[in-house]
């Protein structure tokens, strides 16, 4: 027979069918849960393989004979459904083998911000399950059995979990969970688990990809392969407790070494906190014995809160826990919990209280999961505070990134245009992973409605558009063509970035300029601006807004003259040098040395001036002029950390980046706390994780070392480094040839530079009187003799928190 591949036109869609006369949901079961099996044979030769293709909505976990193979999907939005596909040759053995899934479903509750609804960033339809597979005879065609979702498959509404409602922790990652493990099916997932009570799986319709759209269905998915590979799970160890109470702390100690259990009696009432060590993303898991009707509730916390306020400082003796949490209700008998979804926490509050029997804990850990990143670069420099800043840098994308980018993962863990424009660049640059970023930007292409504007977060139950991040989404894909080197991922963005920027044109005045734009005006979150809009953009023209829609008019330039469409590119620089025009006749002090916010100001900001220096309407002198009014610190309204990126990329197009050091004083400060993870905002106020923070790992691979792509996909190199305070600093990043590495060191009146670059790979070094040095594949060392002051210095740094 010719084997067609998954879901052409036999796997079924499936749900439970709900019999309110065998099952009672719980009182605040909002989600609708569901267990599925599927029983079948294997030949006693063993002869055999497995591969099945599953997915759901909205989310699922797979065991094969108790073992828990897959769990997904990623994240898509219906029209792009994605499946996994999973090898399950080593989970088989000859006789009766079960497949069992469960799958929670949000479609019954809309996402809120207000923490009583669904997880926003998972798109949803309708209750569903899906699976396509055939197990075949090795080495030849021969079908043994089909084991497709259909009514043969056994299915039970789950009556266990129902979800806590708890308005004090405002977030929309949806709502946390309680499981009764009195009413939970134990050993369902297993081969000898009785389900005769169950009934048959209803039939909702086919599954279908995009080749097979056609076929007559009553579903809205269009399932494609997932993108990227699943995520990475490992297990950990708490390494601290504190604040026990009605317990030994050293008992509890020994219970988190698995070093011993420990034993609760009837009655009893304890708590205490436990210690990751470092902010992480995982599920905590709970092995433990009897105790039927107890109640443990953990509580998640990215730091100590004083007084209810959260503090970046390690302080158990005196802080308290804040957070969402879960609950889980004991059974009899041995039991293990853990969460459907991962959480994230520094530190666990965990609650304990026993009603009538004995309960025993025998061991509590966690599983570490997110994107399977491998830290391939590496940089070092004799400022070794540089070295805390590059750990708490990359923790922080690592723990924001997993099904999808994440603009943090406590809160929203949504995928923000804003945040990944830049976040693609520092995953890319420390990995050379740059599957994320493609699936992030086909995502944004995706969220496109009629209008053709981009959304500004993506997946999303609740469409939200920000004029700013859709245009740099356009700049998002310039970025990731030039660093990955993928054409036909980006051709295939043309048609969005035209659309895109075409809808920003009906908003153009008689001048070019766009006005009284709709939506959120946020840029990004400036102290002086009111809900991070700057001055002009509610109502009026905003300077900044129209230089980002100028630098994307330039970057889509680019694109459309490299995949020779000349036409367009000529219209998108006309309309880029109309704005430029504007804004230096009307936006403009001479007196200042600056650029305002809006036409005729008062207002003016970094981030202002630097998009005028990043969209080159400040000539080379103003340029200078702009730099040195940035760099003096002096009455601009201060970009964040997210927004220090665009002013770091101004002082390098302005020749003044030997000058910004000073750019990374808050970043020092941030070091000097106790926070393992970058901040959202310099002020404290919210999310201790935030990858749009982690600038500095792109400062220290594309600036310091100087390593930056000089033709798409780094078939090209320039090493133009930065010496800034420093006396020395090597280190490498990973490109698609292979690794670019540079060592530079100064002593005296020399500068000494060795570059290695892999083979097939051609460039030049930029030396630091702005001289040039063609390098080929391999090593080169350049000695170079000039004049110059030695500032590097070891004093202990101000505090600017």
């Known amino acids: 027979m010719t084997i067609k591949g998954p879901f052409f036109g036999e796997a079924r869609w499936i749900w439970c069918k709900y019999n309110r006369n065998k099952v009672e949901r719980r009182v605040n079961a909002l989600y609708r849960r569901s267990y599925f099996r599927r029983v079948f044979n294997v030949p006693e030769d063993g002869d055999t393989y497995l591969t099945v293709y599953v997915s759901a909505d909205s989310q699922y976990i797979l065991y094969l004979n108790g073992e828990m193979v897959s769990r997904g999907p990623a994240k898509g939005d219906i029209k792009h459904q994605f499946y996994e596909e999973v090898h399950l040759d080593s989970f088989l053995h000859p006789g009766k083998n079960v497949l069992a899934a469960m799958v929670v479903s949000y479609s019954p509750v809309w996402a809120s911000y207000g923490g009583d609804g669904a997880p926003c960033s998972i798109m949803t339809a309708t209750s569903a399950f899906v699976l396509d597979g055939t197990l075949m005879r090795k080495g030849s065609q021969e079908e043994i059995e089909r084991i497709y979702t259909d009514r043969r498959w056994k299915a039970m509404p789950d009556s266990a979990y129902q979800e806590i409602i708890d308005l004090t922790n405002s977030n929309i990652t949806g709502m946390c969970e309680e499981l009764d493990g009195i009413d939970y099916p134990w050993g369902w997932t297993n081969i000898d688990y009785d389900d005769s009570n169950w009934e048959y799986a209803a039939d909702l319709g086919i599954a279908v990809r995009p080749e097979t759209d056609n076929i007559d269905h009553n579903l809205p998915y269009c399932l494609i392969p997932r993108m990227i590979p699943p995520l990475e799970e490992t297990l950990e160890s708490f390494v601290d407790v504190y604040q026990a109470n009605g317990v030994e702390c050293s008992n509890v100690l020994k219970l988190i070494a ?62 308290h826990i804040v957070g969402y949490y879960d609950r889980y209700i004991c059974a009899s008998g041995k039991q293990y919990y853990e969460p459907f979804h991962w959480r994230t926490f520094r530190y666990i509050l965990v609650e304990i209280e026993t009603g009538q029997q004995e309960l025993v804990i025998n061991r509590f850990s966690y599983r570490f999961t997110g994107y399977p990143y491998k830290e391939l670069a590496s940089f070092e420099s004799s400022d070794n505070q540089y070295t805390k800043i590059w750990d708490m840098a990359w923790r922080t994308v690592k723990l924001c990134s997993h099904e999808t980018y994440e603009d943090c993962p406590y809160y929203e863990q949504m995928q923000y245009a804003g945040d990944t424009q830049t976040v693609i660049l520092y995953s890319g640059y420390v990995s050379g992973d740059w599957r994320l970023a493609r699936q992030a930007i086909k995502l944004f292409d995706w969220s496109r409605g009629q209008d053709g504007l981009v959304q500004s977060r993506y997946p999303s139950r609740v469409p939200q558009f920000i004029p700013s991040w859709s245009l740099l989404w356009v700049l998002m894909v310039r970025d990731y063509w030039w660093h990955s080197g993928d054409e036909e991922t980006t051709r295939s963005c043309l048609d969005g970035i035209k659309a895109n920027l075409e809808w920003f044109s009906r908003f153009q005045n008689a001048d070019g300029m766009l006005e ?28 900044i807004i129209n230089l980002q829609y100028s630098t994307a008019l330039q970057a889509a330039a680019d694109l459309f003259e490299h995949f020779r469409f000349p036409e367009e590119a000529a219209v998108y620089r006309r309309r880029a040098s109309r704005i430029n025009a504007y804004v230096n006749r009307y936006c403009w002090s001479e007196n ?210």
């Open 258 to 319: 698995d070093e011993g259990s420990l034993t609760i009696p009837p009655g009893t009432s304890i708590s205490f906190v436990v210690d990751a060590g470092k902010l992480t993303t995982g599920y905590p898991m709970i092995s433990l014995h009897g105790g039927e009707g107890s109640s443990i509730k953990l509580t998640y916390s990215e730091s100590w809160y004083i007084n209810g306020k959260k503090v970046p400082i390690h302080i158990p003796q005196n802080g």
């Open 516 to 543: 009284d734009l709709p939506y959120w005006k946020i840029v990004d979150w400036v102290e002086e601006w009111q809900g991070g809009c700057p001055p002009g953009a509610q109502g009026g023209i905003s300077s």
């Open 592 to 801: 200042g040395g600056m650029y305002y916010d809006r036409p005729r100001g008062p207002e003016a900001s970094e981030l202002g001036n630097a998009w005028a220096i990043l969209s080159e309407a400040a000539s080379p002198e103003r340029m200078k002029k702009v730099a040195q009014r940035i760099l003096s610190g002096d009455s601009l309204a201060k970009a964040t950390l997210y927004g220090r990126f665009y002013v770091f990329r101004a002082m390098r197009r302005a020749d003044e980046y030997k000058k910004a050091e000073k750019l990374f004083d808050w970043w020092h400060s941030i070091a000097q706390t106790d926070l393992t993870t970058l901040p959202e905002e310099p002020r404290l106020t919210r999310s201790y994780c935030h990858a749009w923070s982690a600038t500095p790992l792109y400062e220290f691979l594309a600036e310091i070392l100087g390593i930056k792509s000089a033709a798409p996909g780094f078939s090209e190199v320039l090493i133009e480094p930065e010496m800034l305070n420093l006396l020395w600093a090597k280190g490498s990043i990973p490109t698609p040839y292979g690794d670019v590495s540079v060592n530079w060191k100064r002593y005296d009146n020399q500068f000494e530079i060795s570059v290695s670059l892999p083979s097939g790979v051609s460039g030049k070094i930029k030396l630091p009187d702005g001289s040039c040095q063609h390098v080929a594949p391999g090593n080169k060392t350049v000695i170079y003799t000039f004049h110059c002051e030695i500032n590097a210095t070891d004093e202990p740094r101000e505090k600017y928190l």
